[in-house]
């Protein structure tokens, strides 16, 4: 029998030390968790915009193929000029338009980690740092 009143019995530091060991370990994997969870439910959300943006992209891209088809068509037969030598300068300056702006979409993408996980992790790191430091 034991009595209620007495102190539960110490632990020696090896024990505590190992105890946070794991509490931390166990904290990280449920923070990589949460952040995969954070990531998948920001995915899901925009997926299907993402498809509908899709489909009305190619039908962009098949009415500008029509269209370039016109301009080339209707430049070469007013300039005179044959039909290849337009749709040769025509796709070089569709390209360099396109190059020009892929380059600047791509130096204004900016991608960062999952806030939410960032700033949690960031308290538990402290928490566990003043922890420490008392033991």
């Known amino acids: 029998m ?33 952040g995969r969870q954070e990531i998948g439910a920001m995915l899901a959300s925009v997926r299907g915009g993402v498809v509908l943006i899709g489909i009305a992209a190619a039908l962009v891209l098949a009415a500008l193929i029509s269209l370039t088809v016109a301009l080339i068509l209707g ?44 700033a949690s992790v960031r308290e538990e790191v402290a928490w566990a740092k003043r922890l420490l430091k008392r033991g």
């Open 2 to 34: 034991t009595n209620q009143d007495e102190p539960p019995p110490r632990q020696n530091a090896f024990a505590l030390v190992r105890q946070l060991i794991s509490g931390a370990v166990s904290l990280a994997k449920l923070e990589v968790q949460h």
């Open 75 to 118: 430049l070469a037969a007013l300039l005179g000029w044959p039909g290849w030598v337009m749709a040769l300068l025509v796709t070089f300056l569709l390209l360099l338009i396109a190059g020009l702006l892929g380059w600047r979409g791509i130096r204004k993408i900016k991608i960062g980690p999952p806030e939410e996980t960032m």
